[in-house]
Structure formats: structure tokens, C-alpha cells
């Protein structure tokens, strides 16, 4: 009978299926990864995966999970830590959540129609209705910090969720954009259109 692991083994052995499942997502999206192929990687039995997660899939939202929250604490921490003029502020929150959005491995996965489809086929219950209750929680927690610190009256948390889902939008759309060579002008211009709106409010304030 194998020898269990020990706690530090467990935590070692962890953190390497998440790391290493990440760059397997990430080159093989979440249908075509093989745990085989992910167990050889870092030195374990298939049978031993199953101890730490109950599928692929089970191990792709904790992946998506821990991202997101790191995300949202980094970005916080920016904007809390931010100085200088609203417009200097909000430019640099723009900036943070267009890189992120273009350089997140995992977003490989949401830019892929049959592979998005695949993994919310395998969420958990309830999956989508939390995720949303935190991201509704994080942008209130955001507009209150634009709006005290920053005088930012126009950036409630309706607006910055209207800013945030077109910037989604938009990096959907990067690879034809680029293709094009227009992704670029189409970000500025974006840029552009939601500082405004969070400096000077829709007109029908």
C-alpha cells in the first residue's frame, strides 16, 4: 500500500498541479488536457490526482478561482496605493484590467466558444451565481474607493461594470482585431470613451 503523503508533501504536490495545470490549460484548453499527461509532468500516479481533485474540471475552477481572486486583490492594492489626478487614477485602472485580460493564460479558454461551453457544461452549482455575487462585491468595494478618495462621484459600481464588460468585449475580439491592425485604435478609443464616462457621468445623471 503506498505510503500517504505528508503535509508538506501534499502542499508541495498541490501547488505543482496548479502550476503545471495552468501552462497544460493553457497550451490545450480544458477538453483536450489528460491528467495522465499532467501527472507524468510533475513525477505522480494518476490515482494520486484524484486525492487533491475530483476531475480536470474540478482542478480548471480552482485555477479560474485562485486568478481571480489575485487579480482582484492586486487591483485593489493598485488603486488603494494610487496617487494623482481622477484621470490619472482611472487610466491606470483601465490599463491594469486590459493587461490582465491580454495576458491571463486562462482567458485562452473563455476566447474559445466550444471550450467555454465545455467548462461550464462541468461547473459546480451554484458556480456562476457566486462568481457574480463576488464580482458585484469587488466593483462596490471599487467604486467606493474611486468615489471617496478620488472624488469620482460618476464611477458607481453600475458604471465601472458597464466599463469592465466592454473591455471583456473588446479583448474577446483582439485576435481578429490584430489582424485587421486595428485593436490598438479600438482600445485607445475604448480607453478614451469610459474615462469620460466615470469623470463626467452619461449626461443622464
Known amino acids: 500500500m503506498p505510503r500517504p503523503f505528508s503535509e508538506n508533501e501534499r502542499a508541495a504536490i498541490h501547488q505543482r498541479l496548479m502550476d503545471e495545470g495552468l501552462k497544460r490549460f493553457a497550451r490545450q484548453g480544458v477538453r483536450a488536457m489528460r491528467i495522465d499527461?499532467?501527472?507524468?509532468?510533475?513525477?505522480?500516479?494518476?490515482?494520486?490526482?484524484?486525492?487533491f481533485f475530483?476531475?480536470?474540471?474540478?482542478?480548471?475552477?480552482?485555477?479560474?478561482?485562485?486568478?481571480?481572486?489575485?487579480?482582484k486583490s492586486e487591483m485593489m492594492a493598485e488603486m488603494l496605493a494610487a496617487q494623482g489626478e481622477a484621470e490619472t487614477v482611472l487610466g491606470l485602472f483601465f490599463d491594469t484590467v486590459m493587461q490582465r485580460l491580454e495576458t491571463d493564460p486562462l482567458m485562452r479558454i473563455v476566447q474559445d466558444a466550444g471550450e467555454l461551453a465545455y467548462a461550464m457544461r462541468h461547473?459546480?452549482?451554484?458556480?456562476?451565481?457566486?462568481?457574480l455575487r463576488r464580482d458585484r462585491a469587488f466593483v462596490a468595494e471599487?467604486?467606493?474607493?474611486?468615489?471617496?478618495?478620488?472624488?469620482?462621484?460618476?464611477?458607481?459600481?453600475?458604471?465601472?461594470e458597464d466599463g469592465m464588460t466592454l473591455m471583456v468585449a473588446l479583448s474577446l475580439q483582439r485576435d481578429y482585431l490584430a489582424t485587421i491592425g486595428t485593436?490598438?485604435?479600438?482600445?485607445?478609443?475604448?480607453?478614451?470613451?469610459?474615462?469620460?464616462y466615470l469623470i463626467e457621468g452619461?449626461?443622464?445623471d
Open 54 to 71: 475530483a476531475s480536470k474540471e474540478a482542478l480548471f475552477f480552482a485555477l479560474a478561482d485562485q486568478r481571480d481572486e489575485q487579480h
Open 142 to 160: 471599487l467604486s467606493d474607493v474611486l468615489q471617496s478618495r478620488f472624488g469620482l462621484h460618476h464611477a458607481t459600481a453600475r458604471a465601472l
Open 123 to 131: 461547473a459546480p452549482a451554484g458556480y456562476v451565481a457566486e462568481n
Open 183 to 196: 485593436y490598438g485604435s479600438a482600445v485607445a478609443l475604448l480607453r478614451s470613451m469610459c474615462l469620460k
Open 37 to 51: 499527461d499532467l501527472c507524468r509532468d510533475i513525477g505522480i500516479a494518476k490515482g494520486s490526482f484524484y486525492a
Open 202 to 204: 452619461s449626461g443622464n
